[in-house]
């Protein structure tokens, strides 16, 4: 097979697009359409500073990567979830990679928190997501970034909609942006520049780039039912991803009322907030 750009030897073949392409051509390739999707649909804006947070996994280390490639400047942000080994393992990833971006990368230790994941009782993702928003947000504001930016790819976003859908919520439309402007002066913008990529593109250009990255899941990482429906559609009808992401871009969300938590003063839905009713559980100092 040769690639289609250069007639070289191919090394990759995308169904989604009916293309194949060799090494080089690929991380060409892969570049402009991540840019193409930040300027087509505003991820960042020309003043943003904008601050990336990396996990040590394929998707985050790509979107480091790549946008180090197209000129943008960040720093990164890793939050250690003390979930053993494996967080030990995403820490030394990132560090790797924040030396071959030649970016700042800042690291909040959950334990400054006084608990770790590993502590959390009962739905562990549900409370490490609410931890992530949480630490994210708080560090960017109070460091003066005007986003942050995740890794989440167009799986996630298709996977995250069919499930809702499915368990009949409503309440999804938000997490399907690919940027969210901030609704109170205490929340910074959420971006996810990546978010028309898929995971095979990023794990292609993070191998070929040879990026540090983790490359097996979290011990708590529940079994990927959606996202298994999904591949299996994506792999019957190549493109399916990319159109249904297409069919899903919601210009419109509603404006939150806005109250804080009485213990930390951060944005909350109800009196305390979630991160504080995590630590209050959970935490040894607080
Ligand atoms: Fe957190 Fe691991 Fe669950 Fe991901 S899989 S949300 S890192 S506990
Ligand atoms: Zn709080």
Known sequence: MKCKKCANKAVVSLRAYKIALCADCYLEFYSRLVHRSI???KIFMENDKILLAVSGGKDSS???????DI?????????DLGIGRYSEDCRRKVEELAKIVEKDLHVVDLRDYGFKIPEVRGRICSACGTVKRYVMNKFARENGFTVVATGHTAED??????KNVAGGQKEYAEKLLPRVEPFDEKVVARAKPLFEMSEKENMLFAII????????????????EWKEIVYEIEHKKPGFVKNFLRGLLVETKKPLETKYCSICGEVSIGEVCAFCKIRKRFSKTS
């Open 39 to 41: 300027k087509k649909h």
């Open 62 to 68: 790509a979107m480091a990567s790549v946008l180090s």
């Open 71 to 79: 000129g943008y400047g960040f720093e990164m942000l890793h939050i």
């Open 157 to 162: 976003l298709v996977s995250f909609y069919l």
């Open 209 to 224: 780039k040879n990026l540090p990255f983790k490359g097996d899941e979290c011990p708590y990482a529940p079994k990927p």
